[in-house]
């Protein structure tokens, strides 16, 4: 076992002012989405009166209108520089959020939900070419362990805060956790002020498209493979383990965002160590190990929520929170370094964006599919979540052969 000493190393990923100012900007704009993410789908269907079936088709749209805003968003921060692309993106996302306690209907949740998911498709290729441009190649995996680390602290602070103020009871709640989430969008934007542009590759403009993107195999097989690993292991717990906790056995909105920070608080503990102990290790085994955690986990969700009480369930849940956040470190370490790695300079923003296209089609798939079986049958999509997650995890080993084996490990 390493020792404390060793844990505290860990936590100093050594990395640039600029990069730090960068995760500070992620932890204020998380804080918001944190608030707010867990209790979207109870507003719409509680607050608004919007069916399961509907209000899930609106979560939907959210990755739907980031795709094509995504693919967009690659080639100009490739093109344009991702700083800028970054700060159009979070006043995008402003707008968008500031119009929600507008909703009165499916169609106007499922318009807004794209305008929000646009934002959000030019936001991650940028910040993440971004982040990748600041940070030395040999600290990359670092970067990404903290920023995965400073966002889900953000993330479980926002969902414990917008649990002490979300009330059903009281629809005006809702609208504060609105306007605190395009406050914290505003303020990241101002934030870039303070972080230099990085200079572009000399090659950029001639170096392709997405095109050659697309005819990197390897690349391609980890795109299928981490779309099946977010529609089933992530989707289900942003988007229908909050609406189900409650319905079913009562978990109040304050518990709902005490499993949040349970889930978050174990990534931010443990996703830089955990960062650190695969450095030299092969990456596609971390995946299947994330996959075997996250199988076992929504296997026990049904047998708690349905025969537990509303306190029991909470502390069980926030178990189970923990158990997903530990397998989120895994996927946090190795994906966005990975495609880093297999990505060709010059086509850096090109690369992340088809990497956040894959997380967005997963927000697509899941929600739109998760929604139509929990109205009919609850306890089936935690059995079709464990059921894809195992078969993702033997997936990774599968494909660990077709990568180059420059890349199978991690740097460090």
Request: proline share 6%; charged share 10%.
């Amino acid at each position: 076992m390493p020792s404390f000493r060793a844990y505290l190393r860990s936590l100093n990923p050594r990395l640039p002012r600029a990069v730090w100012l960068l995760q500070a900007g992620g932890l204020i704009n998380a804080f918001g989405i944190g608030a707010v993410l867990p209790f979207v789908i109870i507003y719409l269907h509680t607050i608004r009166g919007i069916s399961l079936t509907v209000a899930g088709l609106a979560a939907a749209a959210n990755a739907a209108g980031a795709l094509p805003a995504g693919a967009l968003g690659g080639a100009f921060a490739d093109r344009y520089g991702p700083k800028r692309l970054l700060a159009v993106a979070l006043v995008a996302q402003t707008v968008a959020i500031c119009c929600f306690p507008l909703i009165r209907s499916g169609w106007q949740a499922i318009g807004l939900e794209l305008a929000l998911g646009a934002g959000a498709g030019m936001f991650w290729p940028s910040q993440s070419s971004l982040l990748t441009l600041l940070t030395p190649p040999d600290r990359i995996h670092a970067a990404f362990a903290q920023q995965r680390a400073t966002m889900n602290l953000g993330i479980g602070l926002g969902g414990l805060v917008g649990g002490l103020i979300a009330v059903v009871s009281r629809p005006w709640t809702f609208d504060v956790l609105f306007a605190v989430d395009g406050a914290t969008f505003l303020l990241f934007a101002l934030l870039l002020a303070w972080i230099p542009s990085p200079p572009r590759p000399a090659h950029a403009a001639a170096a392709g498209s997405y095109a050659a993107v697309l005819r990197d195999r390897p690349f391609l097989g980890v795109l299928v493979l981490n779309t099946a690993f977010i529609a089933a292991g992530i989707v289900p717990l942003v988007e229908f383990l909050p609406v189900y906790a409650k319905s079913v056995a009562g978990v109040s909105e304050q518990s709902i965002g005490l499993v949040f920070f349970a889930n978050t608080m174990a990534i931010v503990l443990c996703q830089v160590p955990v960062a650190h102990a695969l450095e030299g290790r092969r990456r596609m085994p971390a995946l299947a190990v994330m996959g075997g955690v996250w199988a076992a986990a929504w296997l026990a969700v049904p047998l708690v929520v349905e025969h537990l009480g509303p306190v029991s369930a909470a502390l069980a849940l926030s178990a189970v929170g923990v158990a997903l956040g530990l397998g989120e470190c895994m996927q946090g370490a190795v994906q966005a370094p990975l495609v880093a790695d297999l990505a060709v300079p010059g086509l850096l923003g090109r690369y992340m964006a088809l990497s956040s296209a894959s997380w967005q089609l997963a927000f697509v798939i899941g929600p739109a599919v998760g929604g139509r079986i929990l109205d009919r049958q609850r306890v089936g999509l935690w059995l079709l979540a464990s059921a894809t997650c195992a078969l993702a995890a033997v997936g990774a080993l599968w494909l660990e052969s077709t990568i180059p084996q420059r890349v199978r490990r991690t740097r460090g």
